[in-house]
């Protein structure tokens, strides 16, 4: 039996995948007004325990791409989707802020392996024109889990309580592991793949492979991070990544402090920033595709898509100045939209600028340097907002992007696209 358009399917999947490790994320957010009253947590306590998090995260995440390059995608998905399920149906027996830091920690070991490990998948199955599409579909499933979870995790603890939206959740991941067991493999391994399919993919994919086993011996983790294009690339997400975690971590938080909102009004609303950057996600990938195909080289096309995203943001500098919550909810639209634009086509540049057998090392670099930014973001704005306002923390919000793109222009011209030049020549 043949799986038609099986390359769409996969990337629905990488979607869902993404999808469920956000929701898993999430639901600490939803309901973290709810469980700091149980058990007396400060502001602070909370930033303790999202901190603990970022550190499991970064420390993964820098060993969590040279374990995909290692051990392959489809083991190396499974694994980690395994352990991040797993830790979130713990959170059931946590009691206060070390055991929930505890839970979180172990969450964090588990969810970095979710970007390396797609990001191969998507250069395994993609060619370069259609790449930033496909990542920026797995990344729109951090719009869905992030959109989807508020109302239903709201729901949830409103019906059944709290430990029951962790267990549903991480239901769900033990759901999709099944599926991808059965249906992932690489295209010349694919027993799914339909014949004509499997040509095209040939001719525009497979070639890259075939540079890469031709090309010099594999090289150490500590030569390709310390190439001028791995560290690029993290510092971009060293900087930028703390942004949506502000949002994604701290938006229920802000709802409540500064906009008096309840635990039903939050799963009402707090889902809609989060549509915007799903759109933002496949509009921004499909962009820089379509730039392609109309003859502009792939590094302009990439870094003026991301340039367009970087300019949205400063506009979220006057969500907390803005008279009321739609309109401070509209000014955070312009974060999740902006970053969407920007992730799209930075998380698809590993792909571009390393061959195949570098690609999750690089991408793990790179998110590791995001979840450090992000370890202390947390710590920040917990200091910040129990001593002063959300004001501060919008400001650097609107900043990081922008400067972030200079970054980029300066120290990844055109010409440090060699290899994509080679792969297409």
């Known amino acids: 039996m043949k799986i038609p358009k099986l390359r769409w399917i996969i990337a629905a999947m990488l979607f869902f995948a993404t999808a469920v490790n956000y929701a898993d994320r999430q639901a600490l957010a939803v309901v973290s007004d709810r469980i700091r009253t149980q058990f007396a947590m400060s502001e602070v306590d909370y930033s303790y325990i999202l901190a603990g998090f970022f550190l499991a995260y970064a420390i993964m995440y820098g060993g969590s791409g040279y374990i995909v390059d290692r051990l392959g995608t489809k083991k190396s998905f499974s694994l980690f989707i395994g352990v991040w399920s797993l830790a979130s149906m713990l959170h059931v027996f946590a009691t206060g802020v ?23 998948a998507v250069s395994e199955w993609f060619a370069p024109k259609q790449r930033a599409l496909g990542v920026g579909i797995f990344n ?29 959740v991480a239901a769900a991941g033990f759901i999709w592991l099944i599926f991808w067991w059965i249906l ?10 339909r014949a004509d399919e499997y040509a095209e993919i040939k001719d525009e994919v497979l070639p890259r492979e075939s ?12 030569t390709i991070v310390g190439k001028q294009e791995a560290i690029a690339l993290c510092l971009a997400r060293t900087f930028t990544d703390p942004v949506i975690y502000f949002v994604i971590f701290w938006l229920p938080a802000y709802l409540v402090k500064e906009r008096h909102f309840d635990q039903k009004s939050i799963g009402q609303y707090s889902w809609v920033p989060f549509i915007f950057g799903g759109i933002a996600y496949m509009l921004g990938g499909w962009l820089s595709g379509m730039l392609m195909n109309k003859g502009w080289p792939l590094p302009r096309a990439r870094k003026r898509i991301m340039l367009l995203g970087a300019l949205c943001l400063p506009v979220a500098m006057l969500a907390p100045f803005a008279p009321n919550a739609g309109l401070a909810i509209a000014a955070i639209c312009f974060i999740t939209f902006g970053h969407g634009f920007w992730t799209a086509n930075l998380q698809t540049l590993p792909a571009d600028l390393f061959p195949g ?15 450090i930014g992000g370890m202390f973001a947390q710590l920040g704005t917990g200091y ?42």
């Open 357 to 371: 057998s570098e690609v999750g090392t690089v991408s793990g670099f790179s998110g590791m340097g995001g979840a």
């Open 184 to 193: 992932y493999d690489t295209p010349h391994r694919s027993k799914w793949l």
């Open 98 to 120: 070390w055991s929930f830091g505890a839970c979180r920690f172990l969450l964090g070991l588990g969810e970095p392996g979710n970007w390396p490990a797609a990001t191969k």
């Open 140 to 168: 729109a499933g951090s719009s869905l889990g992030s959109a989807v979870s508020p109302p239903l995790i709201s729901w949830l603890t409103i019906r059944y309580g709290w430990q029951f939206a962790f267990v549903a």
């Open 211 to 222: 540079l890469q086993k031709t090309s010099q011996p594999r090289e150490s983790w500590s």
């Open 384 to 425: 910040i907002v129990s001593r002063f306002s959300y004001a501060p923390i919008f400001l650097i919000a609107g900043l990081m992007h922008p400067m972030c793109m200079a970054i980029i222009f300066r120290m990844l011209p055109d010409s440090r696209f060699r290899y994509h030049q080679q792969a297409v020549a």
